[in-house]
């Protein structure tokens, strides 16, 4: 059973930067794309960015040039470095395995632990 434990995220302000990490297990890590989505208050989690085994990335429009995804595959981990923060920032990072297909993604495993991320303006 795969898990997926998110953690970085704390308060700062806009302009600010923070780096948040997740260590994930249950599948071949270095075979897999991941990726990191936000859920703010709502019932949507949105797609925030992805990172296939050799290291292409791809970012979803609202993060673009503020937000770089990385991976480390001998210990398992997924990075996001996120610089100039907006308040619209705000929510709770997830990390999860994904599929990229020709429309879009699809998760692969059940969301694991989130960490909030708050940015006050």
């Known amino acids: 059973q795969a898990q997926l434990r998110a953690s970085g995220g704390g308060l700062v302000q806009a302009g600010g930067s923070l780096r948040l990490s997740c260590v994930a297990s249950?599948?071949?890590?270095?075979?897999?794309?991941m990726g990191w989505f936000r859920q703010a208050p709502g019932p949507e989690r949105e797609y925030v960015a992805a990172i296939t085994p050799d290291h292409t990335t791809y970012y979803g429009d609202s993060v673009k040039g503020r937000f770089t995804i990385s991976r480390n595959n001998a210990i398992n981990t997924v990075y996001l470095q996120m610089n100039a923060l907006k308040p619209e920032d705000t929510a709770v990072y997830y990390c999860?395995?994904?599929?990229?297909?020709?429309?879009?993604?699809?998760?692969?495993?059940?969301w694991g632990q989130g960490t909030l991320v708050t940015v006050s303006s």
């Open positions: 999860n395995f994904v599929e990229l297909n020709d429309i879009g993604y699809r998760v692969l495993e059940d």
């Open positions: 249950g599948r071949t890590f270095s075979r897999q794309t």
